[in-house]
C-alpha cells in the first residue's frame, strides 16, 4: 500500500497494455519498484480500444500511462515521466552524467539489441542470418559493459541503488529473448560467452517485484508462433 504522500501525488494512473508485450512489462516494472498503485487494463490488439487510439493515436500501440487524465506513450518515455513523477526509489540516477550514461545504454538496447531482435523473429533466410549477426554483435558489447559494471556487490547496473534504469529497459532478455530464439530457429544466449550477462539475468529475475511478473515460456512460445507465422505470411503474399 503507497504512503498517503504517494497516494496523493498518484491520482489516477491506469496502464493500457497487453500481456505478451516487453515494453508494457517495463511500465509495471517501473511502477511496481515506486510502489505506484494503478489500474490495468489488458488491450485486445485485434479490435483495439478507443481508449487506447484516443491515447495514442500516432503509434495506436501499447503501453500507453494515463495519469490523471494524461496519457504518455513509448515504454522509455513512460519510465521517465515516472521517475520524474515520483521521486521515492529513483530509476536514474540523481548525478548528471550517470544519468546521460544510463540514457546512452538504454539506446543502445533498443537499436542493437532489441530492434535487431524483432526482426531476427519477423524473417528468415539471409536477412534473418543479417538481423543474428547484428544481435550477437550487440550482445557483446552489453557482456562487456556487464563485466565492467556488475560483480559479486553490484549485481545490477543501476549500481548501489540496486535495480535502475539500464535493468528495466533490458530486462525484456530475461524471459523474451530464448522464446525468440526458439521460435526463430536460432542462439544468442551462450552462458560461456556471455558469463557476466548471464549472471544478471539470474539476479534480474529473482528480484521480488520482477519474479511473479515473468509469463511462461510455454505461453510466450505458442503465441509467437502465431505472430511470426502471421508476419512471414503477410512478407509472402506482398
Avoid at 25 to 50: C, H, M, P, Q
Avoid at 92 to 118: G, H
Avoid at 168 to 177: E, Q, R
Wanted: aromatic fraction near 12%.
Amino acid at each position: 500500500m503507497a504512503s498517503s504522500s504517494v497516494a496523493d501525488q498518484e491520482g489516477q494512473v491506469m496502464l493500457l497494455g497487453f500481456w505478451f508485450s516487453p515494453f508494457v512489462k517495463r511500465v509495471e516494472w517501473a511502477l511496481k519498484f515506486k510502489g505506484i498503485e494503478y489500474d490495468y487494463v489488458e488491450e485486445d490488439l485485434t479490435n483495439k480500444s478507443t481508449l487506447l487510439l484516443t491515447s495514442n493515436p500516432i503509434h495506436k500501440k501499447v503501453p500507453v500511462l494515463i495519469h490523471n487524465g494524461n496519457p504518455i506513450a513509448e515504454s522509455l518515455v513512460i519510465i521517465e515521466y515516472i521517475d520524474e513523477t515520483w521521486k521515492q526509489n529513483p530509476i536514474l540516477s540523481q548525478d548528471p552524467y550517470e544519468r546521460a550514461m544510463a540514457r546512452f545504454w538504454a539506446n543502445f538496447i533498443e537499436q542493437k539489441v532489441t530492434e535487431p531482435a524483432r526482426e531476427a523473429l519477423f524473417s528468415k533466410g539471409e536477412q534473418q542470418e543479417k538481423k543474428v549477426k547484428e544481435l550477437k554483435e550487440g550482445m557483446e558489447v552489453v557482456e562487456g559493459e556487464a563485466k565492467a559494471k556488475l560483480n559479486d556487490k553490484t549485481l545490477f547496473f543501476g549500481g548501489g541503488n540496486g535495480v535502475g534504469y539500464v535493468d528495466i529497459v533490458l530486462g525484456w532478455t530475461c524471459n523474451w529473448m530464448e522464446t525468440i530464439e526458439e521460435v526463430g530457429g536460432f542462439k544468442v544466449l551462450d552462458p560461456e560467452s556471455q558469463p557476466q550477462f548471464h549472471k544478471w539475468m539470474a539476479n534480474f529475475r529473482e528480484v521480488p517485484f520482477i519474479k511473479p511478473t515473468l509469463e511462461p515460456k510455454e505461453k510466450l512460445v505458442e503465441f509467437f508462433r502465431m505472430i511470426r507465422q502471421d508476419r512471414l505470411g503477410l512478407v509472402a503474399n506482398k
